[in-house]
């Protein structure tokens, strides 16, 4: 047995000093923003500008083709015969406008032509039959294009979710507490949801390209002056829905952070969880009024960019109805000077219409397009990068480990200035129970999770069977842990997959049996109307709920089931009846006998069991031994002794 060793911890505070400075609480700071701080989200600056860098007119026309290309691939692998169809649709409306747009040539001529009225109507039947099929099939396509685009959308919307609810999972733990993180995953997320515009946006700019060619086609036999014109023309409205469309994408990434404040201050005051303090502090009005502020903010933005947005319309507007004119000038003085035939002209009128719409169509639903796209590109980035976090570790498999180390390891979270843990060694090799015990926030659990491969080290390395963690295949390491968190995870699933977590390996195997009984969770299961088949869920979800003790037992069955080799329990009793604690702590040796043993606890009497004590203070190891070891020590020194001793007269 080691003898107890006093490490001086950094800054070196005795526990009592540090109490007696925490006496005199500082005033509450947080006056809404008078003195203190206020409820602000902290994202990332640069993520916004590196945004709004890329909208531009010049980059809109650039990416549009690319954004059409992308949107195609898509929908082809969620439903590749429906965008079959679709494409198809597309391309026979363009046909079909263009023969019907001809055929109104021959029939305005047929029906101008000198001679009788009965011969001249019988010429231009066969272009009016022409016609009315061509409007007719046109319609029907319509009709079938919105089918088939309803029929993919869904697909295509799912397949995006699951693809980045997938690349969320594989982002490391520490990601949750960099702010840009949860920035990337809520415009990744805004991606999934505007892609249910991105099939629409796409057949709509496909028609209006169709649309345009057919008719551009058409004008250009008619006179060649005329596209060009016309093409002039859509330029002010173009300028004006890219400039609409900046503005739109900006007032969102503005509001991002506010938003993710409603969201968060939405889901205090109104989920179950915090329902019953929410009520009994009488806390709904001051929180409502927290909402409203960031509430009133994010209208603030809104409204200031709606103003912008119908100025840069406004502008847009006029300067397109001047080219309109120009170009319409124009027709009247072909007709005029005799460049142009009667019929021409008449079907110069319907072209010009039709170019006109077609190209307004490309203008509107290419911006819609295009900001769909800046949120498709944010998707597209977090499932490459999730978030810029991704799992990037070894592939080293290691069968049954049996050694786990910290080697002078050490952890400071992002955007912390201080390390929660630093230079710690400790070695826990299979059979052994170590417990870590300390004051609140003394760097336990941070620990625990640096010792579980959760988090990274960022000094010193941790180490399976002495291979970094970083080496090592993160799933087949977590698949030979049982971790029991503070919190314990209350899945909606039936109380077999909650134990369980959907690895049963063969049902009524002894394990599972062993699992129940070791944690307390049989007697949980024994009241449950379906047994191990009832839905663990709240009521409205047609399940049944648990207390707090009985999830922790489920939690704990949880990390007695996993065929493991490390257990890391992290106050795996703070709500367990004394009997259910009493039972888990004189198993602690059973456990430990095939499996290395981390226990975080408070509980100091429990912990006399354990081969190892390793008291922490502020990140740092300050006593370690056995438990009669560190009650040896000197009282005025022993943060251990003095801690145990508190508890005793309590
Ligand atoms: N997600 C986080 N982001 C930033 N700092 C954190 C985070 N979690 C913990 N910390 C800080 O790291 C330090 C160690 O925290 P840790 O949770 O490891 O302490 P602990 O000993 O387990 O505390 P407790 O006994 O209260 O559970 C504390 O100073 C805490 O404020």
């Not at 070695?427 to 926030?441: F, S």
Request: proline share 5%; aromatic share 6%.
């Amino acid at each position: 047995m080691t003898q107890p060793t006093p490490v001086p911890s950094s800054p070196a505070v005795p526990a009592q000093a540090a109490r007696e400075s925490q006496a005199d609480p500082p005033e509450p700071a947080d006056r809404a923003g008078e003195s203190g701080q206020e409820l602000r989200y902290v994202g990332s600056a640069g993520d916004t500008e590196e945004a709004l860098r890329q909208v531009t007119t010049r980059a809109m026309a650039a990416r549009l083709p690319r954004l059409i290309a992308q949107a195609l691939r898509l929908a082809w692998a969620a439903d590749p015969r429906a965008s079959a169809a679709l494409l198809v649709c597309q391309v026979l409306a363009g046909i079909l406008e263009a023969f019907g747009l001809l055929a109104t040539t021959s029939t305005i001529t047929a029906v101008i032509s000198s001679g009788e009225i009965g011969d001249r109507l019988r010429d231009a039947a066969p272009s009016l039959v022409v016609l009315a099929a061509a409007v007719g099939l046109r319609a029907l396509l319509g009709v079938a294009v919105v089918a088939l685009s309803a029929r993919v959308t869904p697909r295509l919307t799912r397949e995006a979710e699951t693809l980045l609810l997938d690349a969320s999972a594989r982002a490391e733990l520490v990601a949750y507490d960099h702010p840009g993180f949860n920035n990337r995953w809520d415009s990744a997320d805004r991606g999934v949801q505007s892609m249910r515009g991105l099939i629409p946006q796409t057949q709509d700019v496909i028609a209006a390209c169709a649309s345009l060619a057919a008719a551009a086609t058409v004008l250009t036999v008619l006179h060649p002056v005329l596209l060009p014109l016309l093409l002039l023309g859509a330029v002010p409205r173009g300028l004006a829905a890219v400039r609409a469309a900046r503005i739109e994408y900006q007032t969102t990434i503005d509001t991002l952070n506010e938003r993710r404040i409603l969201g968060m201050m939405r889901w205090h005051i109104s989920d179950k969880h915090w329902a019953d303090q929410l009520r009994s502090s009488t806390i709904a009005p001051f929180l409502l009024d927290r909402y409203q502020r960031a509430s009133d903010r994010v209208q603030q933005v809104t409204q200031d960019a709606a103003w912008r947005t119908a100025k840069v319309g406004t502008l847009g507007a006029a300067a397109g109805g001047v080219a309109a004119g120009l170009v319409w000038g124009a027709v009247v003085f072909l007709l005029a000077t005799d460049r142009m035939s009667v019929a021409a002209a008449g079907t110069a009128v319907i072209g010009l219409r039709t170019v006109s719409t077609a190209l307004g169509g490309i203008v509107a639903s290419g911006s819609r397009l295009y900001s769909v796209g800046l949120y498709l590109d944010d998707w597209d980035l977090f499932l490459k990068e999730a978030g810029g976090h991704r799992m990037r570790r070894g592939s080293l498999v290691l069968k049954q480990p049996s050694a786990f180390r910290a080697e002078g390891a050490g952890f400071t979270y992002p955007g912390k200035d201080r390390a929660a843990v630093a230079g710690i060694d400790l070695d826990v090799p299979v059979g052994k129970v170590v417990a870590l015990v300390g004051e609140n926030g003394s760097g336990k659990s941070t620990l625990a999770k640096l010792l579980c491969g959760l988090y990274l080290p960022t000094e010193g390395r941790v180490t399976w069977d002495g291979h970094d963690v970083r080496e090592l295949d993160p799933h087949e390491l977590w698949a030979r842990l049982g971790y029991v968190p503070q919190e314990i995870a209350r899945w909606p699933l039936q109380a077999i997959d909650n134990v369980t977590l959907g690895q049963l390996r063969s049902e009524h195997e002894p394990e599972l049996s062993a699992a129940l009984a070791a944690s307390g969770t049989d007697q949980v299961v024994a009241e449950l109307k379906f047994g191990l088949s009832t839905l663990l869920a709240p009521d409205y979800w047609n399940g049944t709920g648990l207390s707090g003790g009985q999830w922790q037992r489920v939690g704990l069955a949880r990390a007695f089931y996993r065929d493991a080799r490390l257990l890391v329990l992290d106050e795996p009793t703070s709500a367990l009846d004394p009997r259910a604690e009493n039972r888990l702590f004189a198993s602690l040796r059973t456990l430990a006998t095939d499996r290395a043993v981390v226990l975080v606890t408070h509980r100091l009497a429990n912990v006399a069991k354990a081969d190892e004590i390793v008291v922490m203070e502020h990140g740092r190891v300050r006593e370690r031994g056995c438990c009669d070891e560190l009650l040896a020590m000197p009282r005025a020194t022993g943060l251990f002794r003095e801690l145990w001793e508190l508890q005793g007269e309590r």
